[in-house]
C-alpha cells in the first residue's frame, strides 16, 4: 500500500500513472499489437465461409500437380479462410486462394 506524505506526492504520482498508461495506449509494443492482430483474426475465423466451387477448384489444382494425399486441399482452405479472417472479410474469394496457394503446395 502507497502511503501519501503530502498533496503534492499524490499528485505526482497520478500524473507517473497516467503518462506510464498513456505511453502504454499510444506506442504499443510490436508483441502487443501482433497478439490484438491474431485476436482479431481468430475471431472473424469463425465467420469466414469458402464457396464449395472454390474448395472444388483448389482440389482440381492439387489432382494436376500431383499432390499426394489431401494435406494440401486442407492446407490450402485453411489458409484461405485464414487470409480472408486477417483481412475482415466473411467469404474466401479467388485472390485468396491465388495468394496462398504457392506458399501451401511447395
Do not use: W
Not at 45 to 54: A, C, F, G, Y
Not at 89 to 97: A, E, G, H, I, Q
Amino acid at each position: 500500500m502507497l502511503i501519501y506524505e503530502s498533496r503534492s506526492s499524490k499528485r505526482e504520482h497520478v500524473s507517473i500513472v497516467t503518462r506510464r498508461i498513456f505511453v502504454k495506449l499510444t506506442k504499443p509494443s510490436r508483441t502487443s499489437f501482433k497478439t490484438r492482430f491474431q485476436l482479431l483474426a481468430r475471431a472473424n475465423l469463425s465467420s469466414v465461409q469458402i464457396d464449395r466451387e472454390l474448395k472444388v477448384k483448389i482440389s482440381r489444382v492439387c489432382s494436376e500437380l500431383n499432390v499426394d494425399g489431401l494435406r494440401g486441399d486442407i492446407v490450402t482452405n485453411r489458409a484461405a479462410k485464414a487470409l480472408a479472417a486477417v483481412k475482415g472479410k466473411d467469404r474466401v474469394t479467388p485472390d485468396d486462394v491465388a495468394t496462398v496457394i504457392p506458399n501451401c503446395l511447395r
